[in-house]
């Protein structure tokens, strides 16, 4: 009989929970933010993973870097060092590392420190070392936050079964986009910026989606006009996508919520009343034993 974990269990079971002892207890501690220790341990980390993006952030700046290069360039080998002995824990703790090595956490883990040590061969990698901001994803395990990953879980399924409407009023859009563009790239020319169909049709996205660089300008009457209904356009065409996924997801909320009553009312509803299988005949009442017109034993 295995011996069951006094709290609810974070870190998945493929990893393999060790048996008692300091792997266990490193185990507990590592993977587990129920216990106390588990807690400080992930808040700890997780300040340690915002101080080595503020170093690395620091460093990028000109200024910094040449009046106190030094200082972040020992403070980033601290941080590194530090993680590549957590990364080394997390595989001694776990009863099947290869598990972990290939899992999500581990493949970041491992990129949070390759960068560091790769710069001593190529220079100027170090500042991938960025990638350690998606580790932060473990705050959720520190506090709670089940309500938002409930909705975030939604929200991908809404996407998910709205992917078709998405596709095609993208594909709506795209088709928009290249009559527009090249209608365009006829009015304006290359005289005014419109150098080619894609040229245009770059502009027409922009132009679509209301960001408007400014970099290419209509100079017609006729190109204005256009623009102008391409705006309107942009604004009605942001609503669709905002409007299929809020759909799907109040559908799936509602299934959520009458799912269980539908299930229940199909659990208790009433019996048949019982056929006779020698003649056929129907209409029974429910306690019946014997037919009412052969006299033949009914099957309840």
């Known amino acids: 009989m295995s ?8 870190a998945p079971s493929t990893y393999g929970r060790p048996p008692p002892g300091l792997r266990r207890h490193m185990y507990d501690v590592i993977f587990e933010a129920d216990t106390p220790a588990g807690r400080r341990f992930d ?4 300040g340690a ?9 620091l460093d990028s700046v ?4 040449f009046g106190y290069g030094w200082v972040l360039n ?9 993680f590549t002995a957590e990364y080394i824990a997390r595989l001694v703790c776990v009863r099947r590392p290869w598990r972990y090595a290939l899992s999500f956490y581990g493949v970041i883990d491992l990129l949070s420190v390759v960068p560091t040590y790769f710069s001593l061969l190529v220079p100027g990698t170090e500042l991938l070392i960025d990638i350690r901001i998606l580790r932060l994803l473990r705050v959720f395990r520190i506090f709670k936050l089940t309500l938002y990953l409930e909705e975030y879980t939604r929200l991908g399924e ?6 078709r409407k998405i596709a095609i009023f993208l594909s709506v859009v795209l088709m928009a986009i290249l009559i527009l563009g090249t209608l365009m790239y006829v009015v304006e020319g290359p005289k005014n910026g419109f ?3 894609p040229v245009a049709m770059y502009w027409a996205t922009v132009t679509m989606t209301t960001v408007g660089y400014g970099d290419i300008t209509p100079h017609t009457h006729l190109g204005k006009a256009i623009a102008s209904f391409m705006m309107l356009l942009g604004w009605g065409i942001l609503a669709v996508p905002t409007g299929i996924v809020t759909a799907e997801m109040s559908a799936r909320r509602g299934d959520r919520r009458h799912g269980p009553a539908r299930a229940l009312a199909k659990a208790v509803a009433p019996p048949q009343r019982p056929i006779c299988q020698a003649c056929g005949s129907g209409g029974h009442e429910l306690g019946a034993r014997f037919c009412k017109d ?3 034993p009914l099957r309840t």
């Open 3 to 10: 011996e069951q974990p006094d709290y609810v269990p974070q």
């Open 43 to 46: 808040i700890a980390l997780v």
């Open 49 to 57: 993973i915002m101080l080595s993006i503020l170093v690395v952030v």
């Open 62 to 65: 000109p200024q910094l870097h």
């Open 74 to 82: 020992r403070l980033e080998w601290g941080f590194t060092l530090l």
């Open 158 to 163: 809404a996407l998910a079964g709205s992917r």
């Open 195 to 197: 150098t080619s169909i």
């Open 294 to 296: 052969c006299g033949a």
